[in-house]
């Protein structure tokens, strides 16, 4: 059983920074791949990044590749999304999705933990 719980979202200015957290209620968090997806409203959960189980590994989508970087430490169960230089095109709700397995899906189907997601706005 797991349990994931997102925190960190807000509101910002463009070009501002956020950075989100996803806590993990599990004894074995090490042995779960993590990613961030995002939604808008009335659009697809759409895939944002994504990090291995060791945290070696890292993967993100073109959109936010530069200025998103993934990262955990196993130590404290935690994940970690530092978003910097956000556009207006990143408002979404940003959720925390797990996997027992050692490969990265970029797809909301190749994970079954999810968390309630935390809200971003970013004016323009």
């Known amino acids: 059983q797991v349990q994931l719980v997102e925190s960190g979202g807000g509101l910002v200015q463009a070009g501002g920074s956020l950075r989100l957290s996803c806590a993990a209620s599990?004894?074995?968090?090490?042995?779960?791949?993590i990613s961030w997806f995002r939604q808008a409203p009335g659009k697809e959960r759409d895939f944002v990044a994504t990090?291995?189980?060791?945290?070696?590994?890292?993967y993100y989508a073109d959109s936010v590749k530069g200025r998103f970087t993934i990262s955990r430490d196993n130590a404290k169960n935690t994940v970690y999304l530092q978003m910097n230089n956000l556009k207006p095109e990143d408002t979404a709700l940003y959720y925390c999705?797990?996997?027992?397995?050692?490969?990265?899906?970029?797809?909301?189907?190749?994970?079954?933990?999810w968390g309630q997601g935390t809200q971003v706005t970013v004016s323009s």
């Open positions: 999705a797990a996997v027992s397995s050692g490969g990265m899906s970029t797809s909301t189907k190749g994970y079954n933990y």
């Open positions: 990090i291995s189980r060791s945290g070696v590994n890292t």
């Open positions: 599990v004894r074995t968090f090490s042995g779960y791949t």
